[in-house]
């Protein structure tokens, strides 16, 4: 990457980093239907409760992708410390949003907390890797 054109490189990958995200996405949305219909058609009906998880833990890994998009920016600085405090910190928020969630609302406490979780460690890690090393995440692409 040359000065004269890192704008447009950094461009290109922002580009490329939210069509695959809109990849993952739609992937996601083909996995929950194919699992619903595995858990509906192919597994004994004692397995049909156990759907109602499926489709928040699959969003969960969804959210960890778009997490795989933007991490490899502080590795390329070499500033990596930040990352484990940010992981350090959202995987404590999520550990306790399990706890709190769980006890008021019982069992579906886990997959919301699962959820906010994965959404806040994937947010951080995206504003952290933007402090290290900018992108233009939201110019006019």
Sequence with gaps: MTPENEYEEKKFLVKLSYK???AFFVLGL???????????YVLSEQYAASFQYVPWIILS???YSFYGLVIQYPYTVKKTFGLGVVT???????????FLLVKTIGADGVK?????????????????SNKVYPMPWFSRL
């Design 88 to 98: 350090l910190l959202g995987s404590g928020i999520q550990l306790l949003l399990t």
């Design 20 to 22: 695959l995200g809109g």
């Design 112 to 128: 919301y907390s699962l959820v906010i979780g994965s959404l806040v460690i994937m947010l951080g890690v995206w504003w952290y």
């Design 61 to 63: 890994s969804t959210i």
């Design 30 to 40: 083909i996995v929950i239907f194919l699992c619903w219909f595995l858990v509906h």
